[in-house]
Nanobody, 121 residues
Framework: QLRLRESGPGLVKPAQTLSLTCTVSGGSITANTYIWDWIRQPPGKGLEWIGAVAYSGTIYYSPALNGRASISRDTSEDQFTLRLDAVTPEDTAVYYC?????????????WGQGTQVTVAS
């Protein structure tokens, strides 16, 4: 059974860097065809795709983040990480890691439970 679990701080101060890690169990992040996504949902708003790392290691970003996001992976640990620089209160959201087969969240079939991140001083 594939499981994804997000971990990271729940509170980040403005202008700092948010760092989240997704740990995958029951599967490999190098398994052919899959895309491993970071997605968030701000309070009262819809889902927003942040970016992804494909099984091949190719990394994709949403242009909406204006270059603030950075995604990396550790294949030996089946983990992938999101870093978001220069956060503001508008980055407050529930952050999810997920697995799909195409970019975006419409093809996601496995989700982590989500982790609340609040940006506040």
């Amino acid at each position: 059974q594939l499981r994804l679990r997000e971990s990271g701080p729940g509170l980040v101060k403005p202008a700092q860097t948010l760092s989240l890690t997704c740990t995958v169990s029951g599967g490999s992040i190098t398994a052919n065809t899959y895309i491993w996504d970071w997605i968030r949902q701000p309070p009262g708003k819809g889902l927003e795709w942040i970016g992804a790392v494909a099984y091949s290691g190719t990394i994709y970003y949403s242009p909406a983040l204006n270059g603030r996001a950075s995604i990396s992976r550790d294949t030996s640990e089946d983990q992938f990480t999101l870093r978001l620089d220069a956060v503001t209160p508008e980055d407050t959201a529930v952050y999810y890691c997920a697995r799909g087969v195409r970019l975006g969240y419409f093809s996601v079939t496995y989700w982590g439970q989500g982790t609340q991140v609040t940006v506040a001083s």
